[in-house]
């Protein structure tokens, strides 16, 4: 075993605004990740649904290194020829116009709400301030998006949140009719909310919040930074319900682990947005594009997203399986594609799991509502998925009540 290079348990000077575990990675390749001390780990988290091609992959290292060897960042006073690329490419696949970047998945909702209101006030209806948002929706954590987070636990201590936003029961079309009006600039959905639990709208219900939203004149934002960029096995996760929103947030995989965020929305909407509306100072520069741009390329390859459905069927097989096994562990399997649920019952303890599956060199992220999420990289192999579920299989076997076994 190599020595490790930071001593972890002695007084540290990172805040400590979360509960980490005591292992620092050092290295990865593919689904794999090498600690300091040596230790290869499974990557079903990927960094929370970030490293959407794992990790090393060489075609994002080469565009990378090749970026950084000639230009890291120069100001959005200019043009970035990176940026023209990777909206031309947003816009074409989205169907949509115009592209904001920014650095995260926060900086991109807030944007979009920031689109939407601005676009209502150009409209002559300032009024229109209002967005609605899911229970159990997670949107980031500037003051703003706390707002729009429904984990009320996440706000305490830190008011007063700003006004203008409103939860309205997840996936309840009734609901939001009701709550739609005159004062609501847009209704933000995430078509499967990955923080809330991998839990995924009903079926009809996005094309029913966009009939609704054209009705009372307001927007549609979909919050793609988790459930977007192939995480779904659809470059954007709505993509099978046939709607277009107005404004889609991007963020996570979007660069493969490049902090990057991105709002692409349509020229009748984005028109709003003029020079000096918003701003970022390092959103968009050249090295997060050529990251962004390479992700793309390979996500637009012949067949890529189709073998990652393929493979994300061989899973959800695989997780059948597994709750069929454990009917008094696993309530419900939840999530498509590679952003996936396993909904325990209330008396089995998730976190106790994770760190079971983490000392047996698994990575996983726990969710809201008693969720296990599962998030490889999309390019993970089936033997990879087969060893995922085996540890899966010996952790529960362990935590099992007598019933189980
Ligand atoms: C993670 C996440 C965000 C916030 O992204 P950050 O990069 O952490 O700011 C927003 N919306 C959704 C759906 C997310 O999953």
Not at 49 to 70: F, I, R, W
Not at 178 to 195: D, K, N, R, Y
Request: contains cysteine; hydrophobic residues 45%; aromatic residues 6%.
């Amino acid at each position: 075993m190599n020595q490790k290079a930071v001593d972890y348990a002695a007084d540290s000077a990172v805040m400590q605004t979360y509960g980490r575990a005591e292992i620092g990675f050092v290295r990865g390749e593919g689904c794999w990740l090498e600690s300091d001390s040596g230790e290869k780990y499974l990557d079903c988290a990927s960094g929370i649904a970030v490293n959407t091609l794992g990790h090393s992959h060489p075609h994002l290292v080469a565009a990378l290194t090749e970026q950084a060897g000639k230009l890291w960042h120069t100001s959005n006073l200019y043009r970035i020829p990176g940026q023209e690329i990777v909206a031309k490419m947003l816009a074409s696949l989205s169907g949509l116009d115009q592209v904001f970047f920014c650095n995260s998945g926060a900086e991109a909702t807030e944007a979009a709400v920031k689109i939407a209101r601005r676009a209502a006030y150009e409209k002559g209806e300032p009024e229109r301030m209002t967005i609605l948002c899911a229970t159990g929706a997670f949107h980031g954590r500037t003051l703003g998006m706390l707002a729009a987070t429904d984990r009320p636990v996440f706000r305490t201590g830190f008011g007063p949140m700003p006004a203008g936003f409103d939860h309205v029961s997840f996936g309840n079309l009734n609901a939001l009719r009701a709550a739609l009006g005159p004062h609501v600039a847009a209704v933000m959905v995430e078509s499967v909310q990955g923080e809330g639990g991998a839990k995924q709208v009903p079926d009809g219900y996005l094309a029913g919040v966009r009939e609704a939203a054209d009705e009372f004149g307001a927007l549609v934002i979909a919050d793609e930074v988790q459930a977007g960029i192939g995480r779904t096995g659809r470059l954007f996760s709505y993509e099978d319900t046939g709607i277009k929103p107005d404004i889609v947030a991007l963020a996570k995989g979007l660069a493969g682990g490049f902090p990057i965020g991105a709002v692409i929305a349509s020229k009748a909407v984005g028109a709003a947005m003029t020079p000096g509306t918003h701003g970022s100072t390092f959103g968009g520069n050249p090295l997060a594009m050529a990251a962004a741009k390479a992700v793309l390329e390979i996500l637009g390859e012949d067949g890529f997203l189709t073998d990652v459905r393929e493979r994300a069927a061989y899973l959800d097989t695989a997780l059948h399986q597994l709750q069929t096994q454990f009917p008094a562990m696993i309530e419900a399997l939840r999530g498509r594609g590679f952003l996936r649920g396993i909904r325990l019952h209330d008396s089995v303890d998730l976190p106790a799991l994770v760190n079971r599956l983490r000392d047996d060199h698994l990575l996983t992220v726990p969710a809201a509502d008693n969720t296990l999420r599962l998030l490889p990289p999309l390019t993970i192999h089936r033997d990879e998925i087969d060893l995922a579920i085996a540890k899966l299989v010996t952790a529960l076997t362990a935590m099992a009540p007598r019933d189980d076994q």
